[in-house]
């Protein structure tokens, strides 16, 4: 996908070496004695968010961070006279593998640590799931996490409150279908995340009637390009759908298509959320269309949140702010409403069918642990910038 979740993970650490030092250091702080399976805060209700991910991810949008500092702000005031307090550190993995699996570990085993929100990284989240619902400890993948991590895992104390790669797939299909896309081209990486959405959008397309006749996984030369664009203008392809481990990667395939055609519809995954170079690549982005990672509605709320964040930060927020400020108040308001502090009963309380209304709108998560939320919110590129596309 995009550069602000994926772009590292050239750096995924496989080798031999690497594992044993990994199993050697995780044999060590389990020897240490830091298993928090069996402990539950108590006290005075401290509540302690750790959060994970790159500080590279994190500064080049400081939405997430800003939206996590103003939910644990806002919920010290709303709280702090009632025996609840909560705290937040950033835990920088850098997104690199062999760190983030270790920072993961003792963070799941320290027992001060109410709840983890990360990482960026898809691996290091697929590597360490287990260890926090072996440990009994909450993961809020509020990053995205793949399908293959949390589906069918019936997980008790790991939360994805973001689409999956399948859903989104799926869901850009029906989209193309609605808006009068007839043959389409698939144009993704060849990564597993956007296999498994190029593979989701292909099969509901064709369940839509629509026509897929290309595939195509390699980015290749410009001269590359040229010949499968000439395939496209042969087969009357009018569509393509943009999947991209890169962010660079699909900033460029978007030119290479625009050079060639205005009016070709583009269907993008969120590689192309990334404000600066929506601006930069201005003249070729116009009318791509992607949906949300998260289900934001608009409400009166969010707008107060948005207004407040600008008047607190002097910059407009990007969705991620109130994303990062619902994915944290989850976690603190429901401790308030089970009465504890315990990440036993705040798990519990999280998979209530009641389900938790946020500033983006409800959230609700099923047995394991998956949004039930069915459908992304979308935006379409105008004068470099995404807006809401009714």
Same mark, same amino acid.
């Given at each position: 996908?995009?550069?602000?979740?994926?772009?590292?993970?050239?750096g995924?650490?496989?080798?031999?070496?690497?594992?044993?030092?990994i199993?050697?250091?995780?044999l060590?702080?389990?020897?240490?004695?830091?298993n928090?399976?069996?402990?539950e805060l108590?006290?005075?209700?401290?509540?302690?968010i750790?959060?994970?991910?790159?500080?590279?991810?994190?500064?080049?949008?400081?939405s997430?961070?800003?939206?996590v500092?103003?939910?644990?702000?806002?919920?010290?005031?709303?709280y702090?006279?009632?025996?609840?307090?909560?705290g937040?550190?950033i835990?920088?993995?850098?997104?690199?593998?062999?760190?983030?699996?270790?920072?993961?570990?003792?963070?799941?085993?320290?027992p001060?640590?109410t709840?983890?929100?990360?990482?960026?990284?898809?691996?290091?989240?697929?590597?360490?799931?287990?260890?926090?619902?072996?440990?009994?400890?909450?993961?809020?993948?509020?990053?995205?996490?793949?399908?293959?991590?949390?589906?069918?895992?019936?997980?008790?104390?790991?939360?994805?409150?973001t689409? =999956?790669?399948?859903?989104?797939? *799926?869901?850009?299909?029906?989209?193309?279908? /609605?808006?009068g896309a007839g043959s +389409?081209? &698939?144009?993704?990486?060849?990564?597993e995340?956007?296999?498994?959405?190029?593979?989701?959008?292909?099969?509901r397309?064709?369940?839509?009637?629509?026509?897929?006749?290309d595939?195509?996984s390699e980015?290749?030369s410009?001269?590359?390009?040229?010949?499968?664009?000439?395939?496209?203008?042969?087969?009357?392809?009018?569509?393509v759908?943009i999947?991209?481990?890169?962010?660079?990667?699909a900033f460029m395939?978007?030119?290479?298509i625009?050079?060639?055609s205005?009016?070709?519809?583009?269907? =993008?995954d969120f590689?192309?959320? *990334?404000?600066e170079?929506?601006?930069?690549? /201005?003249?070729?982005?116009?009318? +791509?269309? &992607?949906?949300?990672?998260?289900?934001?509605?608009?409400?009166?709320?969010?707008?107060?949140?948005?207004?407040?964040?600008k008047?607190?930060?002097?910059?407009?927020?990007?969705?991620?702010?109130?994303?990062?400020?619902d994915?944290?108040?989850?976690?603190?308001?429901?401790?308030?409403?089970?009465?504890?502090?315990?990440?036993k009963k705040?798990a519990?309380?999280l998979?209530?069918?009641?389900?938790?209304?946020?500033?983006?709108?409800?959230i609700?998560?099923?047995?394991?642990?998956i949004?039930?939320?069915?459908?992304?919110v979308?935006?379409?590129?105008k004068?470099?910038?995404?807006v809401?596309?009714?």
């Open positions: 996908m995009c550069e602000i979740k994926h772009c590292y993970f050239a995924f650490k496989t080798g031999i070496n690497r594992l044993v030092t199993a050697f250091l995780l060590m702080i389990q020897i240490s004695g830091c928090s399976a069996d402990k108590s006290g005075d209700m401290q509540l302690n750790a959060v994970m991910g790159s500080k590279q991810v994190y500064d080049y949008d400081p997430f961070l800003n939206g500092e103003m939910a644990v702000n806002d919920f010290n005031r709303q702090s006279g009632n025996g609840f307090s909560a937040y550190k835990y920088d993995d850098e997104y690199d593998f062999e760190k983030g699996v270790i920072i993961a570990k003792q963070l799941s085993s320290d001060k640590i709840a983890v929100i990360g990482s960026h990284s898809f691996n290091i989240l697929d590597a360490s799931a287990s260890f926090f619902e072996d440990s009994k400890k909450i993961l809020i993948a509020a990053n995205g996490m793949m399908d293959k991590s949390i589906v069918n895992k019936k997980y008790k104390y790991v939360f994805r409150n689409f =999956g790669e399948t859903e989104m797939g *799926a869901s850009m299909a029906d989209h193309a279908a /609605k808006a +389409i081209a &698939i144009y993704h990486s060849d990564t995340y956007e296999n498994n959405m190029g593979m989701a959008f292909g099969k397309a064709l369940e839509n009637g629509l026509k897929v006749l595939d195509v980015i290749g410009q001269k590359d390009f040229d010949n499968i664009y000439k395939r496209w203008e042969a087969i009357g392809i009018n569509c759908m999947s991209q481990e890169a962010i660079a990667d395939l978007a030119e290479r625009r050079k060639k205005d009016s070709m519809m583009i269907y =993008g590689s192309f959320d *990334a404000e170079k929506l601006m930069e690549y /201005k003249d070729y982005v116009e009318g +791509i269309i &992607i949906p949300r990672l998260v289900p934001v509605s608009q409400s009166k709320e969010l707008d107060e949140f948005n207004a407040r964040y008047d607190i930060y002097g910059s407009e927020p990007t969705w991620w702010a109130a994303h990062a400020y994915s944290v108040r989850m976690v603190l308001d429901t401790a308030v409403q089970a009465g504890s502090n315990s990440p705040i519990e309380g998979h209530l069918k009641t389900g938790y209304q946020g500033i983006t709108g409800k609700m998560f099923n047995e394991s642990g949004l039930t939320n069915e459908n992304p979308y935006s379409i590129v004068d470099g910038r995404l809401n596309l009714e």
